[in-house]
């Protein structure tokens, strides 16, 4: 009898088409964040909150791409899909259920960042009781940015002192989103680009391969959480904060009006 584990019978977005493309991805990412903040001590904690983040600015981001397609059809979107908004210093932040599909809902394919991080904290032993209503979660976050105070985690007993979801965001989204759309090393034959749309759930399969690395460091109920948190505050940051320029967002009279650098000088 094979001792073999049973064959993964999901099926990703990106698959088959995309599989060693998405691979690389993953692993390179992955590798980056090892590089940068080890997983050996107490900065395990910053290390979950950073992978958080990238998933939670790649879904920001996803949100963007869908809302600039659809900016000449406004019919086509739903009331409150994605929002800017300011707090009384006139700092910016985006809402709306398009980020948050990608972080708590799933799209069709059903894959969002709380299944990943969910499914890892299970294996590694936390219990359906232990986790949070990330729902709430959200809900406070929403509230903290609208009184401008969007950007630091919650403080704890069990948590160290953590890098702000902004300033690791900073360090890391560059290289991060260089390696997703790198071309394919010459050796291997080439596969269509990942779509913007999935970039969220690859990068929130990285954040659930480090909670189960960090597993023994950093209990799986307090990894689950910030992964979330880390994800959802960085959903919601100014993306001039990350990414300055590359995407202009103004109030319109149809809605949020969006352009992306690049389209736009094409244009």
């Not at 590089?35 to 963007?64: E, H, M």
């Not at 032993?125 to 976050?141: C, P, Q, S, V």
Request: aromatic letters at 4%; proline letters at 7%.
């Amino acid at each position: 009898m094979s001792s073999a584990s049973p064959a993964r019978q999901e099926r990703f977005p990106w698959e088959p088409e995309s599989v060693n493309r998405a691979n690389l991805v993953s692993a390179g990412v992955r590798q980056l964040l090892l590089q940068k903040i080890p997983a050996t001590d107490v900065r395990a904690q910053s290390l979950l909150v950073a992978a958080g983040a990238l998933a939670g600015f790649a879904a920001q981001n996803s949100a963007l791409e869908q809302g600039e397609l659809l900016t000449a059809r406004r019919d086509l979107v739903a009331p409150e899909s994605l929002m800017l908004r300011k707090n009384p210093e006139g700092q910016r932040f985006l809402a709306g259920r398009w980020i948050n599909a990608a972080l708590l809902l799933g799209y069709g394919h059903g894959l969002p960042l709380q299944r990943f991080v969910v499914q890892a904290a299970s294996q590694a032993g936390a219990k359906r009781t232990d986790f949070a209503d990330y729902w709430e979660l959200e809900r406070n976050i929403a509230k903290a940015a609208a009184e401008g105070e969007l950007g630091r985690l919650e403080a704890s007993e069990d948590r160290a002192p953590l890098a702000r979801p902004q300033d690791l965001l900073r360090v890391l989204w560059p290289t991060t989103r260089r390696i997703i759309i790198a071309p394919m090393p010459l050796e291997l034959g080439d596969e269509p680009p990942l779509h913007e749309a999935h970039w969220s759930s690859i990068l929130g399969l990285v954040a659930a391969r480090l909670m189960t690395q960090t597993a023994q460091i950093v209990p799986p109920k307090l990894a689950a959480g910030l992964v979330m948190e880390g994800a959802i505050i960085a959903s919601k940051l100014d993306p001039d904060l990350v990414d300055r320029g590359r995407w202009t967002l103004a109030p319109g009279p149809r809605g949020l009006q969006i352009a992306r650098d690049d389209r736009r000088r094409v244009a």
